[in-house]
C-alpha cells in the first residue's frame, strides 16, 4: 500500500507540473514540449498506479 501512496503522489506532483508549466508558457505565448510531456507521463503513471493496486477490478 505503501508503493501505491508514493507513486501516486510522485505521479500527481508530475502533472501538477506539467500543468502550471503549460500555463506558464501559455502566459508567455511560448511553446513548451516538456510542459506536455510531463502531463502525459503524470497521466499514464496514475492509471498505472491504480491498475497495479487493483482499483479497477
Known sequence: MAGFI????LAVL????????L?????KRKK?????WFILFGGCAIIS????AGGFT
Open 32 to 36: 513548451n514540449k516538456w510542459a506536455w
Open 14 to 21: 508530475i502533472l501538477i507540473t506539467g500543468i502550471v508549466g
Open 49 to 52: 498506479a491504480f491498475i497495479n
Open 23 to 27: 500555463l506558464i508558457s501559455k502566459q
Open 6 to 9: 508514493v507513486g501516486t503522489s
